[in-house]
């Protein structure tokens, strides 16, 4: 009893009753990561915004966070006061580049001390002073942004990876590991709060004012630097309301947005706020020490009964008190789901799961592609600029979507995927199977059977590309097929020196497209990079990809329990033509 009693003492975090779900992003003196031009399938890098273009850019996260919550922006022209809060119940202050006035931090204390909810983001090393200014509103709180920048201990300095613990804050209990990009630290102070996230390992240095633009140092262990568990996202009370500050504004780029745990960490922030404190500003301490108080009585009886001398009793008492924590642990967990679920969405929208349980190619990694230009970081990426969401999903999981995306199959599925994976179909849902002749030990042909398409192990197709009986363009850019896999069974949708290397299968109410010319969507043939402006032939490359996908998901009904969203959720390039399919009826596995 007094090791379920301490569990709870020390790890119950109530989520609170639910708000009305107004959240507010404040564009007001922040020229980093905006939220209101479109990610879409024209606008790259130029012209500049603050960064890199459309990659530092937080319009997806705004998008999808829409889709759940009522979302509203405070425009620079608007000051922050309290008639403009008085319209949300979240407000979010991300990246600013410019300090905010004393009226304008004195309405955001008192927006907090009457119930609101606070979202700080901010970055490494004060860089564009973010944290000088983010200070401004927090000191007053108790803690503060460090101006530092935390490596890791281990192999690589850039190696920064989080696995929620089993006692986890309800803000990350249904989030995935997640990798860091390069984040601050965060000096607790005074403050009463929690570690929402304290990670271990790490290593902190300064900024570098004199070399760097970003202020980004050279990982290297110095006489100055911190080393140990640093805290990066810090939760607390206010007044009435809550509190978080997170330390990374990368991982919520769009260049970063799927990658597992992103998203997810950002909607566990959101929900978190969007609530309210249950038993007051002191309730929780009050009910912690209450709780502690009986814990410590309950020891001390048991203690007190089996008798300070007896041999057996010490370590039958600490197992029982271990059990008793680890029953109170997982209970309390329990709790903490169920007062405060994954959030049901308020509009529509479309959600395309990239399969990692089967896929094997190589994705991008914090904002940068890895596998030496024969990944698919840029085509993982390039899906939101369809108007879609894009999430890394394993095992059955991936099917919550509708539409699943694999790229470089090789690992074999089990029964139970191939079961689901044909009900999915089936039910109005969509694979696109994305394989190239590199991937020598390719398990695409599991995925394919069950619906009477295959890519037969032989001779690299190549060629120049021409459309097949179905095909999202009537006329393919000119591009020439060097490592391409031959397709067998379906419609051609696309061939390659007059070879087969794309074709759709039915199945249902859904479809089935495998695509053995993935080679062009590599790394290398998509730019390497969004940190610059595409060249025009690698432009209509990502024109052709885009409409290879628009014509994908055209082909299933539903795809899951998402409801597809309206045309209008995707923004057209007008350079691009409707999918065209001739008069050739699709043949209908058996």
């Not at 790890?11 to 404040?26: E, T």
């Amino acid at each position: 009893a007094a090791g379920f009693a301490a569990a709870w003492a020390l790890h119950y975090a109530p989520p609170g009753p639910r708000k009305d779900g107004r959240v507010m992003f404040v564009e007001r003196k922040s020229q980093w990561e905006p939220t209101d031009r479109p990610y879409d399938t024209r606008w790259y890098v130029e012209p500049r915004v603050f960064e890199e273009g459309s990659g530092y850019n937080y319009y997806v996260i705004y998008d999808w966070l829409s889709r759940y919550y009522e979302t509203s922006r405070l425009m620079p022209e608007q000051k922050i006061d309290r008639a403009a809060l008085s319209q949300c119940d979240v407000l979010v202050i991300k990246t600013p580049t410019e300090r905010y006035t004393p009226d304008e931090i004195a309405a955001v204390h008192e927006f907090v001390r009457s119930g609101g909810g606070l979202l700080l983001i901010g970055d490494h090393t004060n860089y564009a002073r973010s944290g000088t200014i983010i200070n401004d509103i927090v000191r007053p709180m108790g803690f503060v942004y460090r101006p530092d920048l935390l490596f890791s201990l281990g192999e690589s300095a850039y190696e920064q990876r989080y696995a929620p613990p089993w006692a986890a804050h309800p803000i990350v209990q249904h989030m995935p590991p997640m990798d860091f990009a390069v984040s601050c630290s965060i000096d607790p102070g005074r403050s009463l709060g929690r570690a929402v996230i304290r990670s271990g390992g790490l290593f902190n240095m300064g900024p570098d004012h004199y070399h760097s633009d970003n202020f980004h140092p050279v990982p290297q262990h110095v006489p100055e630097m911190r080393y140990g568990a640093f805290v990066q996202v810090w939760t607390t009370t206010f007044g009435l309301g809550r509190v978080t500050a997170f330390t990374d504004s990368t991982i919520f780029s769009n260049f970063c947005l799927p990658q597992e745990g992103k998203a997810d960490i950002m909607f566990g922030m959101i929900e978190w706020l969007n609530r309210s404190e249950p038993w007051g500003p002191w309730g929780r301490w009050s009910f912690r020490l209450g709780v502690l108080l009986a814990a410590a009585g309950l020891a001390g009886g048991a203690i007190a009964l089996a008798g300070l001398r007896a041999g057996l009793a010490r370590p039958l008492l600490l197992a029982a008190a271990i059990s008793g924590w680890a029953v109170g642990v997982e209970s309390l967990a329990a709790a903490q789901r169920a007062g405060m679920p994954r959030p049901e969405p308020r509009r529509s929208f479309t959600l395309a799961a990239v399969d990692r349980g089967i896929g094997e190619a190589a994705l991008s990694k914090g904002p940068y592609t890895t596998g030496e230009g024969r990944g698919f970081g840029l085509a993982e990426q390039w899906i939101q600029r369809l108007g879609w969401f894009v999430a890394r999903r394993h095992g059955l999981d991936v099917f919550d979507s509708n539409i699943v995306i694999v790229f470089h199959p090789g690992r074999a599925p089990d029964d139970a995927y191939i079961e689901r994976l044909r009900q999915f179909v089936s039910e109005g849902g969509v694979v696109v199977v994305i394989d190239s002749a590199d991937n020598t030990d390719s398990t695409a042909n599991s995925l394919l059977w069950p619906f009477r398409l295959s890519m037969p192990s032989a001779a690299a197709q190549t060629g120049e590309l021409t459309p097949g009986e179905a095909s999202p363009l009537p006329v393919w850019p000119a591009d020439r097929l060097e490592q391409g896999r031959r397709v067998e069974g379906g419609t051609v949708v696309l061939r390659a020196g007059g070879q087969p290397v794309a074709a759709l299968a039915r199945h249902g109410r859904g479809a089935v497209l495998a695509v053995g010319c993935g080679e062009l969507f590599q790394d290398a043939r998509m730019g390497e990079t969004w940190m610059e402006e595409p060249a025009r032939e690698v432009r209509a490359r990502f024109d052709a990809y885009f409409a290879l996908l628009r014509f994908a998901l055209a082909l299933g009904s539903s795809g899951g329990p998402t409801p597809l969203a309206p045309p209008s959720d995707a923004p057209l390039d007008e350079r691009e033509h409707p999918p065209m399919v001739r008069e050739q009826p699709l043949e209908e596995p058996r």
